[in-house]
């Protein structure tokens, strides 16, 4: 079965965000009124597997392995069967 | 009054992602049955605003004129009030 899950790799709180605050900065330069401004990546993943559990747990693995450093970054996952 | 916005740009449908591309080919090799991968950007914003409809509308133009590049970006916006 297939599967679509969707992985957002975000920094840990405390974790200076250079991408966030530059955004911030040019949103106030251009009179926008932002508090806050975090940046983080989202990956779209299809992937091939015999059940949900087994495709969560694959996604679980290669969030932990590649897309993700355990030392600075958070990951959340969500997924769903497709056809 | 306060809310919290998320925007995620994405690539549209036709351009070359390297980075989903090169994260599909280490998944493969780290033998993950993935098809496709897609790297896209996600912003939380907190920001300041009267109403629900004005803070959408200023995410609408912050999407527009810095977060995204409209020739070769798509956004998408979810918005909700806070505390």
Redesign the interface.
Known sequence: M?YKAKV?V?LKKGYYDPE?ET?KN??LD?K??????????????????DSLESARS?VE??SQ???SNPVKDNYRIEIEEIE
Do not use: C, N, P, Q
């Open positions: 297939r957002e975000s966030g955004i040019s949103l251009l926008y009124s932002v508090d806050e401004v975090r940046a983080s990546k989202l990956f779209h993943i299809t992937l091939e597997a694959e693995e290669m392995r590649l897309l």
